[in-house]
C-alpha cells in the first residue's frame, strides 16, 4: 500500500482526518458502506457543514456511522455531548437513541449549534436535545455536587478543547454509569502522537499534541476503565467504566 503525498490522490472530504494510509482506501469504506447507509438529515448536515469555514471541526462521516452502531448495540438512552459544533455527531446520537432518549449537548458556541438545528429538528429528534451554551467544566461540577447525577449516563462523547481532556475525565468517570462508555475524539490527532517533536506541523496541532499524548497515558492507566483506541476518523478512544 503507497503513502501518498501532495493532493493528488488525496480525498477530497472537507474535514477528512482518516489515518488509513491509502486515501483510495478510505474512499472504498465511505461509497461502499457509509454514503448508501447514510440518512438523509445527515447526509444534508454534513453537506451544509462543509460550507463553513471552521469544517475542519466536524467529525467524519464513518466516524457518525460508528457512534450511530455503537449506540444502539449498548442500548443508549441518556447520553451526553461535550463539544456540539454544527451537530453532527449530534445528530447521529440522537437518531440512535429511542423516542424518549435524551442527550445533554453542550458548546460554546449557540450559533454553529443553530446552523444545523434546522436539518435535527426536520429528521424529528430534536426533542431529545438539551442545549446549553457555555463551558462544560462548571456543568459537571454542578453535577457532581448532586448526587443523583452519579452513574446516569450510558454513553458521553468528548469532542472539544483537547487541553481540558484530563479534566472532562476527572468528572465524567463518576457520571457515566458502570458499565457505561465514555468516548473521547481525536485521540491520535492528525497523526501526530507519533512524530518527532521538530516534525513540521501546523500550529494548532502542535499546541494540543502534548494535552493529547497526555490524556492517552493516564486512560490506559486508569484502572477503572477498560479501552480501546480506534483508528477511525481522526482516532476515538473508548473508555467503559469498570468501578
Known amino acids: 500500500m503507497s503513502v501518498e503525498t501532495g493532493d493528488q ?32 438529515a445527515m447526509k444534508e448536515l454534513r453537506e451544509l457543514t462543509a460550507k463553513h469555514p471552521w469544517n475542519i471541526m466536524t467529525s467524519s462521516a464513518d466516524e457518525g456511522q460508528f457512534l450511530n452502531m455503537l449506540l444502539k448495540l449498548i442500548n443508549a438512552k441518556n447520553t451526553m455531548e461535550i463539544g456540539v459544533y454544527t451537530g453532527y455527531s449530534l445528530l447521529a446520537t440522537a437518531l440512535a437513541l429511542p423516542e424518549d432518549g435524551k442527550i445533554l449537548a453542550m458548546d460554546i458556541n ?9 436539518i435535527i429538528e426536520k429528521a424529528g429528534v430534536a426533542h431529545k436535545i438539551d442545549f446549553k451554551e457555555g463551558p462544560a467544566l462548571p456543568v459537571l461540577d454542578q453535577m457532581i455536587e448532586d448526587a443523583k447525577y452519579h452513574g446516569t449516563f450510558d454513553f458521553i462523547f468528548v469532542d472539544a478543547d483537547k487541553d481540558n481532556y484530563i479534566n472532562y475525565h476527572k468528572r465524567l468517570i463518576d457520571l457515566v454509569k458502570v458499565g457505561g462508555v465514555i468516548g473521547y475524539d481525536n485521540t491520535l490527532w492528525n497523526g501526530s502522537v507519533v512524530a518527532p517533536p521538530d516534525a513540521p506541523m501546523r500550529k494548532y496541532v502542535r499546541y494540543y499534541r502534548d494535552f493529547v499524548l497526555e490524556l492517552n497515558k493516564a486512560l490506559a492507566a486508569d484502572p477503572r476503565i477498560e479501552i480501546c483506541m480506534l483508528p477511525v476518523g481522526d482516532g476515538i478512544t473508548l473508555c467503559r467504566r469498570l468501578s
Open 9 to 40: 490522490g488525496r480525498h477530497q472530504e472537507v474535514g477528512h482526518k482518516s489515518l488509513l494510509q491509502s486515501d483510495a482506501l478510505y474512499q472504498y469504506i465511505l461509497e461502499t458502506s457509509v454514503y448508501p447507509r447514510e440518512p438523509e
Open 110 to 118: 449557540r450559533d454553529n449549534y443553530e446552523l444545523g438545528l434546522p
